[in-house]
C-alpha cells in the first residue's frame, strides 16, 4: 500500500470542546504522523477559497459562516492509505449516521458543527495541504 498525505482540519467546535488532543490520539493510533500543523482563525476569504469546490452548493454560507465562527487546528496527515484511515476514523458527515467510535460520532453535534474535515482524495489532499503549508512547512519523517 502506498505512503500518503491527507489535510485535516478540526473545525471550530472540537477546538471549543477542548479535545485536539484526543482526536490526534487517534491519528496516531491509527498510524498517521502529524507532518505539518498550524492553528487558524480563518478569514471569511480564506474559508471560501478553501470550499470552492461547494460553493453553489445550499449549504455553502452555513458551512463558511461555522468555518469562521472560531480557531481551527489544519494539519497534514502522511500513512499507508492516509486519506481513506483518516476518512474512516472521521466517520460518516452527520455525525447521527457516523459509526460508533468514530470521531464524528464522538464528538460531533450536527451535520454542521461535525468536528473535522478531511480530504476526500489523494487527488484533493494534495490541493488542500498546498493550500494552507507551502513546502518548506511540511516535514517528510
Ligand atoms: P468535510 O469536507 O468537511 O470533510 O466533510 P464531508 O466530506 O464529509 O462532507 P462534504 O459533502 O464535503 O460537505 C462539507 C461540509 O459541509 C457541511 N454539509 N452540510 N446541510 C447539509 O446538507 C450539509 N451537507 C454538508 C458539513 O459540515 C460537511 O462537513
Ligand atoms: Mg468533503
Redesign the pocket.
Known sequence: MAIERTLS?IKPDAVAKNVIGQIYQRFEGAGLKVIAARMMHLSRAEAEGF?AV?KE???FK??VD?MISGPVMVQALQGENAMQVNRDL?G??DPKKADKGTIRADFADS??A?A???S?SVENAAIEIAYFFPALNVYAR
Open positions: 482540519i470550499y461547494h452548493r445550499p449549504f452555513d458551512l461555522f472521521m460518516a458527515t451535520i454542521d461535525n473535522v474535515h478531511g476526500d
